[in-house]
């Protein structure tokens, strides 16, 4: 027999507003810790530009797009080298990163002669050195960062000396099945890149952001849910060729596998019950179904807000 209970609790639950999205809270570059400062917060030098929100962007024209939400220059640069390993912390209002389906990119700029923290964002001329999608489970890499785990990437080994912006984007793609749905998230961190490369993007590479994604991109209007063995379709411009050609250059992964089907990212069926709509103030991040699922997730009745955000997203019923 089904019990309304539960499901009264979980409504409820998730009639709160999500607290918060998301911002990078600090990166590492080689090992070496560089914090950001806090949202609204005037703080200390950082190489990370600081945002005012931790609000997705949600249109591809938005000039927010560039470096995330009012990105402010940042007064300091951090020392890197080609091939550094680079870990990028998200964080959120509740702790680790939640979101859970879409892709993560990284794309660099350079900054010309002067160092980053004189170089303004909208000249900025992107090319693409990372990305990910899904892992060989099938789950999203992105998932991977709700543990607390930062996101991590390498510069390519053999990238040319010189200033460059670090952008790293994830997207959250929980209701990109309709137009304005996807989330971006960005954020730009300050380098000066050492060493004695001679790796530089193709001019055919380099891209505005805002500028190289459309809303109808294949994988920015997308049902990510509706077949989870559909090859994903990044957006944006390919990898930069030369960072293919170093063997630490952090190049695409898993991106174009075919997953086996997770149980978790399957399709409930169709015997849905209906229940009254759970609405909340945000315009990008809310639940937008009206209906539940036959059956919750196992042991869905006490639990944080967060939990519940988290794991209801993986029921395509709770995107529109
Ligand atoms: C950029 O983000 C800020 C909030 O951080 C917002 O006030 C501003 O309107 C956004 N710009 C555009 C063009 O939407
Ligand atoms: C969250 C994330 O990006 N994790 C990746 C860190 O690097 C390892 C090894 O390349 C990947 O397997 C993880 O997916
Ligand atoms: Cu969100």
């Excluded at 930062?150 to 994830?170: D, F, K, Q, T, V």
């Excluded at 099945?177 to 730009?188: K, L, M």
């Amino acid at each position: 027999m089904y019990s309304f209970a539960p499901i009264a609790f979980s409504i409820a639950a998730l009639v709160l507003p999500v607290a918060g999205h998301g911002w990078v809270g600090s990166i590492t570059v080689a090992g070496k810790l560089y914090p950001g400062n806090g949202l609204g917060t005037t703080g200390g030098p950082s190489v990370i530009r600081q945002v005012d929100t931790n609000s997705p962007v949600i249109s591809v024209s938005d000039p927010n797009l560039t470096c995330g939400p009012n990105a402010q220059l940042a007064q300091d640069v951090a020392a890197a080298n080609p091939g550094d390993a680079i870990d990028v912390d998200w964080v959120s209002t509740e702790g680790p990163w939640f979101h859970n389906v879409g892709p993560m990119l990284t794309y660099l700029a350079s900054c010309g002669s002067e160092p980053c923290s004189q170089f303004p964002g909208p000249q900025a001329m992107w090319f693409k050195i990372q990305q990910s999608g899904r892992d060989s489970s099938g789950k999203w890499v992105q998932a991977q960062l709700n543990s607390g785990a930062p996101a991590n990437l390498s510069l390519p080994s053999n990238l040319a000396a010189g200033n460059y912006l670090l952008r790293h984007e994830i997207i959250a793609l929980q209701n990109a099945v309709s137009q304005g749905g996807a989330e971006f998230y960005a954020s730009c961190s300050q380098l000066t890149v050492g060493g004695s490369g001679s790796g530089v993007p193709a001019t055919g590479e380099l891209v505005k952001l805002p500028g190289a994604y459309s809303a109808t991109d294949p994988g920015i209007l997308v049902d990510v849910y509706a077949n989870p063995n559909a090859p994903y379709t990044f957006p944006g411009p390919p990898i930069a060729a030369f960072v293919s050609s170093g063997a630490s250059g952090g190049a695409s992964s898993g991106g174009v596998m075919v997953p086996p089907v997770s149980p978790s990212m399957s399709r409930p069926t169709a015997t849905s019950t209906t229940a009254a709509a759970p609405s909340t103030p945000s315009a990008s991040c809310r639940l937008r179904r009206n209906i539940l699922p036959a059956s919750l997730p196992s042991g869905s009745s006490p639990g944080t807000v967060k939990r519940l955000h988290r794991t209801l997203r993986n029921f395509p019923i709770f995107r529109k």
